[in-house]
């Protein structure tokens, strides 16, 4: 099954627990059998209402193929870690997953342009 998890961390983080607790869920992900298809680390953004007193956070996305069962221990290690403010996991039907695959390409392929134009100038 195709899944989809974004999860905010509280802002209060420097980069290094930023990218530390990110490690963690994705090694839930991986300890449990699913393969990460994809990262996306949206970095600081601001919410739409506070959380926790709190007007930012630092968003990250990830896509993962895994079995159904994985969901229920994911969720259970955002809930016990403090740093995240919230998360959600959802199962990705075909065309959200053709979109994502699409998605991905075009990302690749706009950084691709841009590694390319940078070598020109230089």
């Known amino acids: 099954m195709h899944y989809e998890t974004v999860f905010i961390l509280t802002p209060v983080l ?3 627990q930023m990218k530390e607790a990110v ?3 994705e090694k839930v ?3 449990n059998g699913a393969t990460i298809v994809n990262e996306e680390i949206w970095g600081l953004r ?3 209402y506070p959380i ?3 007007s930012t956070g630092f968003y990250t996305l990830v896509e993962f193929d895994a079995d159904p069962t994985i969901v229920k221990k994911l969720e259970t290690a955002f809930r016990r870690d403090e740093r995240v403010l919230r998360f959600l996991v ?3 039907d075909k065309y959200a997953a053709e979109y994502a695959a699409k998605r991905r ?3 690749a392929a706009k950084v691709s342009n841009t590694v390319t134009e940078e070598a ?3």
């Open 90 to 92: 959802f199962r990705l």
């Open 14 to 16: 420097s980069d290094q």
């Open 29 to 31: 992900m991986t300890d």
């Open 46 to 48: 601001k919410l739409a």
């Open 52 to 54: 926790q007193k709190k």
């Open 120 to 122: 020109k100038e230089n």
């Open 105 to 107: 390409s075009n990302r």
């Open 23 to 25: 490690e963690k869920f």
